[in-house]
Nanobody
C-alpha cells in the first residue's frame, strides 16, 4: 500500500483547507484509515479514524471543525479542516491499517498564520 497526501499550504486563522490522501495497492474499501499530525517538537497526534465498517472517530481537539470523508471509487480519503487555528500548524499524515500492517504517507505541511 502506498499513500500520497496533498492539499497542505499556508492559510490564515479562521480559513479552511481540504487535505487528500490517495492510496494505491490493496483493497481500498477494506482499509481502516486515519489522519494524524505532528507539530514541531511534539509527538504525532491522532486526529480522525475511519474503519472499514465506516465508523468515524475524532480527537476532541478537532471534533466539530474537521470532517473525514472517503471516496472508494477514487481510492481517496479527505480531511476537511475548517476554522483553522495557529495550533493546527503541523505536518499531516494519512494512515492505513490493512491486514494488520500499518502504512504511512509522507505527510503534507499545513501552516496557519494568526
Amino acid at each position: 500500500v502506498q499513500l500520497q497526501a496533498s492539499g497542505g499550504g499556508l492559510v490564515q486563522a479562521g480559513e479552511s483547507l481540504r487535505l487528500s490522501c490517495a492510496a494505491s495497492g490493496g483493497t481500498f474499501s477494506s482499509y481502516a484509515m486515519g489522519w494524524f499530525r505532528q507539530a514541531p517538537g511534539k509527538e504525532r497526534e491522532f486526529l480522525s479514524a475511519h474503519t472499514a465498517g465506516y465508523t468515524t472517530w475524532y480527537a476532541d481537539s478537532v471534533r466539530g471543525r474537521f470532517t473525514f470523508s472517503r471516496n472508494n471509487a477514487k481510492r481517496t480519503v479527505y480531511l476537511q479542516m475548517n476554522n483553522l487555528k495557529s495550533e493546527d500548524t503541523a505536518v499531516y499524515y494519512c494512515h492505513v491499517v490493512w491486514r494488520g500492517v500499518d502504512y504511512w504517507g509522507k505527510g503534507t505541511l499545513v501552516t496557519v498564520s494568526s
